[in-house]
């Protein structure tokens, strides 16, 4: 059957060498950011360009440790695959934050319920052009 181009669920998760597992939310963001430009008696923008984008993903996992166990600053290649909600074949998305740099992990549980953490990381392009966020359908 033909891919569905529906997501569900997360796996192959890892930060580097790191897989991370019990994933129950991973977000990816281009980071675009927009200037707006206005001169000479302007009252709305003239020209709306974007500058600077500023790749960015957070995962959020049940296991804690794993994600607390990695510092910030520390500096690798996050990836995740979104599978496609049938499983059918070439309905995947894989998406590679290459340069990524952990910015923040934060842990949290509440009474009776499950613990969680979340990582915060943020990307780099070694060159300043190419962008160190990608996604192909697998």
């Known amino acids: 059957m033909a891919a569905t181009k529906l997501?569900?669920?997360?796996?192959?998760?890892?930060?580097?060498?790191n897989a991370i597992s019990r994933v129950s939310?991973?977000?990816?963001?281009?980071g675009g950011s927009l200037a707006a430009y206005a001169a000479d008696g302007d009252h709305f923008p003239t020209?709306?360009?974007?500058?600077?984008?500023?790749?960015?993903?957070?995962?959020?996992?049940?296991?804690?440790a794993a994600l607390m166990a990695i510092a910030p600053g520390t500096?690798?290649?996050?990836?995740?695959?979104?599978?496609?909600?049938?499983?059918?074949?070439?309905?995947d998305i894989l998406y590679v934050l290459a340069n990524a740099v952990a910015e923040?992990?934060?842990?949290?549980?509440?009474?009776?319920?499950?613990?969680v953490a979340t990582l915060s990381l943020m990307a780099y392009s070694s060159d300043g052009v190419t962008n160190p966020l990608s996604f192909t359908r697998a």
């Open 7 to 17: 997501q569900a669920n997360w796996t192959a998760v890892s930060f580097g060498t």
């Open 25 to 30: 939310q991973v977000t990816f963001t281009q």
């Open 47 to 64: 020209v709306v360009v974007n500058l600077m984008n500023k790749p960015r993903a957070t995962v959020t996992s049940a296991d804690p």
């Open 75 to 91: 500096a690798d290649t996050f990836s995740a695959t979104h599978k496609d909600a049938k499983g059918e074949v070439g309905g």
């Open 104 to 115: 923040n992990a934060e842990t949290s549980g509440a009474h009776g319920q499950f613990g």
